[in-house]
């Protein structure tokens, strides 16, 4: 479904991608893990073609979006839902209406089709009856939920999630990454998460691929990683604070 290859980029002499190369599958959920500042959400905005890269290539269910512009961009962009750092909802839209919010940009539909499709999202995201209410009076995992219930509203391909379980305490993060997964199971999408959060990339991916000075350092399924004997990798899940990557800073 993804496939970056030798992707690079830098601004001006920080170079943040250095030739990256990652496939990731049909139905898979990757979870890209690194410092911050690593690239991490720079690689994100690659793959969504809201950056272009130096040089390399990504290509999107055969799609190189590299080479795409304009109305092509768009429509590709369509395959894609987001849930944002911070849910990042509109203020001043109710509930059904940041749900909405794509269908509304982008389908011809009348509202009680739309109603329909919204009361279908939140209900996938546990949440019922909570249309008319403003993000104002949400709780901050609520929040999160109709961030994911917007994301999925346009039945995508793809999601992307960055930081999902940021913001958010141990329980509701628990509660965030089974809902991941859950939706995962029943969507059937391919999934890319960003993450600092190692009890959440052990539980959500089938596959983790850490970031580092602008490189997959390794990548593997959730055990792999844990078992690692890469000490740059090592130091990361484990928190360390000595180790190579402090040695580097």
Same mark, same amino acid.
């Not at 272009?52 to 799609?63: E, T, W």
């Not at 911070?86 to 269908?103: C, E, H, I, K, Y």
């Not at 009856?129 to 219930?149: D, N, Q, T």
């Given at each position: ?41 720079? #690689?994100?905005?690659? !793959? %969504?073609?809201?950056?272009? /890269?130096?040089? *390399?290539?990504?290509? $999107?269910?055969?799609?190189? &979006? ?87 509203? #346009?039945?995508?391909? !793809? %999601?992307?999630?960055?930081? /999902?379980?940021? *913001?958010?305490?141990? $329980?509701?993060?628990?509660? &965030? ?73």
């Amino acid at each position: 479904m993804i496939e970056l290859i030798n992707l690079c980029k830098a601004f001006d002499d920080n170079v943040v991608l250095d030739n990256v190369n990652l496939t990731i599958n049909d139905g898979e959920t990757v979870v890209i893990i690194g410092r911050s500042g690593t690239g991490k959400s720079v #690689m994100l905005k690659h !793959i %969504i073609g809201l950056m272009r /890269p130096d040089s *390399g290539q990504v290509i $999107i269910d055969g799609q190189d &979006v590299t080479r795409l512009g304009g109305k092509e961009l768009n429509e590709l962009r369509l395959k894609f839902g987001m849930l944002f750092q911070g849910a990042a909802l509109f203020d001043s839209l109710s509930v059904r209406d940041n749900v909405a919010f794509n269908l509304l940009e982008h389908r011809k539909m009348d509202d009680a089709s739309i109603d329909k499709r919204v009361a279908e999202c939140l209900s996938l995201v546990g949440l019922k009856g909570i249309e008319g209410l403003r993000p104002s009076e949400l709780s901050g995992g609520m929040r999160k939920r109709v961030g994911l219930a917007r994301a999925i509203c #346009m039945d995508p391909k !793809i %999601i992307l999630y960055d930081e /999902p379980t940021t *913001g958010v305490d141990p $329980i509701m993060a628990d509660a &965030v990454n089974d809902l991941i997964k859950d939706l995962q199971s029943k969507l059937k999408t391919t999934a890319i998460a960003v993450t600092h959060d190692m009890i959440s990339a052990y539980k959500i991916a089938d596959r983790i691929a850490m970031l580092y000075k602008g490189k997959i350092v390794e990548a593997g399924t959730p055990e792999q990683i844990r078992k690692t004997s890469n000490p740059i990798v090592k130091q990361f899940i484990t928190g360390a604070a000595s180790g190579p990557i402090t040695e580097d800073s």
